[in-house]
């Protein structure tokens, strides 16, 4: 592994890359339509947004520059961002130059054996390089276990009359997940730094890459700024609840204020849920705000965890955020970080 330590740097393109594939013939009833939706955000700027219940899971993206794409994260499986790389391919000839980790979550990485394959320099701060083979593990069941709930779900399929379409469905979808689960192959970045910024370059595009703490320790966001779009990872979620499980929350508010202070009109590609802009961007800064407060006074009022985790709901504003299934397990985290007895998995 390469690691950056000094604060600016420009990398070479000196890597000869192989040329786009497509989704395998294993996979060819697979659609990329239904896994993400691309949308594009400026001239050559595209998120690509995962859709509910898809092998996407979390956001990703890509840029075109003059001389190569850069992609930004990996999805939760290799056969989706295969998809992406296929729908790359349909709008530009141009070869993938990089790729970007902006954290070490499952759902953003766990396509890296695809690109690494390809000689595919992945860039990401140190801690991931760190964690996302060891920490990833919780978020996949092993292959021992996947092959159980295929073996089970299969049976149930067999066993659906052909009249209940709907159900069938139900099964097959879930059978395309486990199959996918078991093809990750867990994959380092190779090229990591833990501070400062770092520059790429695309022909005349440049891509400014930095860091702030907040979602896991070791997240990294990309600003094109001839487009004005900044791809937060999951530093920023939009009208979505976060995952706290590596959360500072008391960090992440003071970055979320830096960045809407440095780019307060930039269209933003969150880790989760529908571009934004600073809007969107605020009110999730608010809800982090609102949940600490919550948090605090119920610590205040002398709530035990279970009580607060009861007690403290969410606030009507909220309660149209998709993820709602975070509510109460965003309590105990932010509770557990007043109290300074989280611990970070």
């Excluded at 949308?39 to 890509?62: D, Q, T």
């Excluded at 850069?70 to 130059?97: C, M, Y």
């Amino acid at each position: 592994m390469r690691r950056i330590s000094i604060a600016l740097i420009t990398l070479a393109l000196m890597v000869s890359f192989a040329p786009f594939q497509t989704v395998r013939k294993t996979h060819a009833l697979v659609k990329a339509e239904d896994d993400f939706q691309l949308v594009k955000v400026a001239e050559g700027v595209y998120a690509a947004i995962a859709k509910p219940g898809g092998l996407a899971s979390g956001n990703a993206g890509f840029v075109a520059g003059d001389h190569g794409v850069l992609i930004v994260d990996t999805f939760f499986t290799p056969i989706a961002v295969e998809e992406l790389i296929s729908e790359i391919g349909k709008l530009t000839p141009q070869p993938i130059r990089y790729a970007v980790n902006t954290h070490y979550h499952l759902d953003h990485t766990g396509g890296n054996q695809v690109l690494a394959a390809r000689g595919v320099p992945i860039i990401a701060h140190d801690n991931v390089a760190k964690w996302q083979t060891t920490k990833n593990r919780r978020f996949l069941p092993a292959p021992e276990e996947l092959q159980k709930r295929r073996a089970e779900v299969a049976r149930q399929l067999a066993e659906t009359p052909a009249d209940q379409p709907d159900k069938r469905a139900q099964f097959e979808r879930q059978l395309r997940s486990i199959d996918a689960r078991l093809t990750i192959k867990l994959t380092n970045p190779n090229v990591t730094f833990s501070s400062g910024t770092v520059h790429l370059y695309l022909g005349k595009r440049d891509f400014i890459l930095f860091t702030l703490p907040g979602h896991t320790g070791g997240d990294v966001l990309v600003y094109v700024p001839d487009a004005n779009v900044v791809f937060m990872g999951d530093m920023g979620w939009s009208k979505t609840l976060p995952n706290l499980v590596d959360a500072t929350v008391n960090d992440w508010i003071t970055s979320l204020d830096k960045i809407l202070a440095d780019y307060p009109t930039a269209k933003f590609i969150p880790g989760h849920g529908e571009v934004a802009t600073a809007v969107e961007m605020r009110d999730f800064r608010d809800y982090l705000v609102d949940l600490r407060a919550r948090v605090k006074q119920g610590i205040a009022d002398g709530l035990t965890i279970d009580q607060a985790k009861q007690q403290l709901i969410l606030p009507e504003k909220y309660k149209s955020f998709a993820f709602q299934n975070f509510a109460q397990p965003n309590v105990e985290d932010m509770y557990k970080e007043l109290k300074g007895t989280k611990q970070m998995n």
